[in-house]
């Protein structure tokens, strides 16, 4: 399938946060298909450089959950690639936990490498892109949230948090030129889903809920992506689009 290319993306600096494998390393490739100038973080060093070595995107190796790292990180991709014109924080940890075991450390990293990161990412950002006459931030959230993931509660609760954080940053942003969205995406059987959490027969379970039934892909993700980071997507801010395939 051809997939939509987006002048407006060319040579325009992108920053995509968990970059390095999964929906992210989709993500990351995307844009540098466009032509977009792309640093990524990540705290996976492995995959990291193994990405930049096959995309020519700049890897920076970063641990989301450290403010002051994070901060570090945005301020080094500006440095190098020019004001960032849009941010993807895409990074996410979808542990599992029964309600009765989770503890106050398993809560609080939940919330910091789910939803924090998300804010303060935006923050560093802002001055840059204010600077440069706006851009576009895309916010990664989950439909695990829409349903109620029994299993995944601190995980459900940043990822429905998220869906507020862009609407209320949409608002506040838009005065600058800047568009704040969110994608939801839904049942994407990365590698890591499948060596952590699910089997041949839990995928084809999920697979059977979709009205669509045709499998759920990062590519899928990463192309909702681009257009809400293209102009294309100019006069769209504060929504969230979901991408499941009509899962049930």
């Keep these: 399938m051809t997939q939509a290319s987006y002048p407006s993306l060319r040579d325009r600096a992108v920053l995509v946060t968990g970059g ?11 844009f540098v298909r466009n032509g977009a100038r792309v640093a990524f973080l990540d705290i996976d060093r492995t995959s990291g450089e ?3 070595a096959g995309t020519g995107a700049l890897f920076l190796p970063c641990d989301l959950t450290d403010t ?4 570090t990180g945005v301020a080094e991709a500006a440095q190098r690639l020019g004001p960032v014109r849009v941010l993807v924080n895409n990074a996410a940890n979808d542990q599992r936990h029964k309600v009765e075991e989770v503890t106050e450390a398993d ?4 919330q910091d490498v789910n939803l924090r990161h998300q804010f303060f ?18 916010n990664l959230s989950s439909v695990a949230w829409m349903f109620g993931a029994p299993d995944m509660v601190p995980y459900t609760t940043a ?20 568009r704040v969205n969110a ?22 379970n999920l697979l059977a809920r979709q009205a669509l039934r045709s499998e759920l892909l990062e590519e899928h993700i990463a192309d909702a992506v681009l257009f809400l980071g293209a102009d294309d997507s100019r006069m769209i801010t504060k929504q969230c689009l979901t991408v499941d395939g009509g899962l049930r």
């Design 121 to 138: 990412a935006v923050q560093a950002v802002l001055p840059g892109m204010r600077e440069a006459g706006g851009g576009s931030i895309v």
């Design 50 to 52: 193994a990405l930049a």
């Design 68 to 71: 002051t790292a994070l901060k």
């Design 107 to 110: 809560w609080d990293f939940s």
């Design 20 to 30: 390095a494998s999964g929906i992210g390393a989709a993500i990351v490739r995307g």
């Design 183 to 204: 994608v939801a995406p839904g049942g994407v059987m990365t590698e890591r889903q499948m060596r952590l959490w699910h089997t041949a027969e839990t995928k084809a």
């Design 159 to 178: 990822k429905a948090a998220i869906v507020g954080l862009t609407r209320s940053l949409g608002a506040a942003l838009g005065p600058h030129g800047i």
